[in-house]
C-alpha cells in the first residue's frame, strides 16, 4: 500500500528537526519493513523563524517532498495544498506541534481498509484546563448541530482515503480554527465511514497556540460559534449533495 504523510509546517525551528526525523523513523522507515511506501510531504507556510533554512537542509537527508511559501496561507490554506497535492490512496496528516506520537500511525493504519477516515482522539489531553473543557462542549454541540457523535473532532492526526479528499475538501471552508471537525462533519454527512481511535499527546516543549490564549478566547470564541453555524447553513442549502 502507498501512503502520503503529510505536515504543515509554521516557525517551529526549535524543533521541526526532531519532529521530522521521527516522523520518518516511525513511519517511513517503518513502512519499508511493511511493505508500506510513503511519500513524506512537507508544506512550509512562511516561516520567519528559521524553519525554512532547516528544512532545505533535511530535504535531501530524508528526501522531502518540499513545498515552501512566502506568504502566510494559514493552516487551513497550507493543509488544503498538501492535500490536494498528495498523489497515493491513502492520506496521513498531522501537526508539527511535537504533541502527536508519530508511531501512533500504525494504531490508525490497522483500521483504514474498513473505514473511510481513522482519526485520531487524545485519551489525556496535555493542554490547559480552559482548552480541554472548552474542546468538550465543542464536540458535544456538533450533535444537536448536525447528529454527529465525536470524542475529539478536532484532532490533527488523520488517515484518510484520497477519494474522500477529492470529495469533501473543496467544501471546507467556515470554520477558523476548525478544519478537521468542518471535514468530518462533511464526510460523515456524505455517509463515509469515519472511525476514532485512541492517540497519546504530548506536552508541547516550544511555542504556544496563540488563538486559544485566554485573552484572545472571547474572539475565538465567537468564532467558532460562527463558523459552526455557517456550516449548519451550508448543509441546509446542500441537500442533494449532503443528505441528512
Not at 501512503?3 to 519532529?19: D, G
Not at 520567519?48 to 528544512?55: N, P, Q
Not at 485512541?198 to 488563538?211: I, L, M, W
Not at 478566547?217 to 460562527?226: E, T
Request: hydrophobic share 40%.
Amino acid at each position: 500500500m502507498k501512503v502520503s504523510l503529510i505536515i504543515p509546517v509554521y516557525n517551529e525551528a526549535e524543533i521541526i528537526e526532531k519532529i521530522v526525523s521521527e516522523f520518518h523513523r516511525d513511519i517511513v522507515q517503518k513502512g519499508k519493513e511493511r511493505n508500506v511506501d510513503v511519500e513524506f510531504i512537507i508544506v512550509e507556510d512562511g516561516s520567519t523563524d528559521g524553519t525554512k533554512e532547516i528544512l532545505a537542509k533535511l530535504k535531501k537527508k530524508y528526501n522531502l517532498k518540499l513545498y515552501m511559501g512566502d506568504e502566510r496561507r494559514g493552516y487551513h490554506g497550507a493543509l488544503k495544498h498538501a492535500l490536494k497535492i498528495s498523489r497515493n490512496d491513502i492520506v496521513f496528516f498531522s501537526d508539527s506541534d511535537g504533541q502527536h506520537a508519530p508511531s501512533n500511525f500504525w494504531n490508525l493504519y490497522e483500521y483504514i481498509k474498513d473505514y473511510d477516515i481513522v482519526s485520531g482522539y487524545r485519551v489525556v489531553r496535555t493542554d490547559p484546563f480552559h482548552r480541554i473543557i472548552l474542546s468538550r462542549l465543542y464536540n458535544i454541540s456538533l450533535f444537536p448541530l448536525f447528529g454527529t457523535f465525536l470524542k475529539d473532532s478536532n484532532c490533527g492526526f488523520k488517515l484518510i482515503k484520497k477519494k474522500v479528499i477529492d470529495d469533501v475538501l473543496n467544501d471546507v471552508r467556515y470554520i477558523k480554527f476548525g478544519f478537521s471537525t468542518e471535514f468530518l462533519v462533511l464526510a460523515k454527512r456524505r455517509g463515509y465511514k469515519v472511525l476514532e481511535v485512541p492517540v497519546e499527546h504530548r506536552e508541547r516543549k516550544t511555542g504556544r497556540a496563540t488563538q486559544f490564549e485566554l485573552k484572545r478566547l472571547p474572539k475565538a470564541i465567537v468564532l467558532q460559534i460562527l463558523g459552526l453555524l455557517r456550516v449548519k447553513k451550508f448543509l441546509s442549502g446542500s441537500n442533494k449533495r449532503y443528505k441528512n
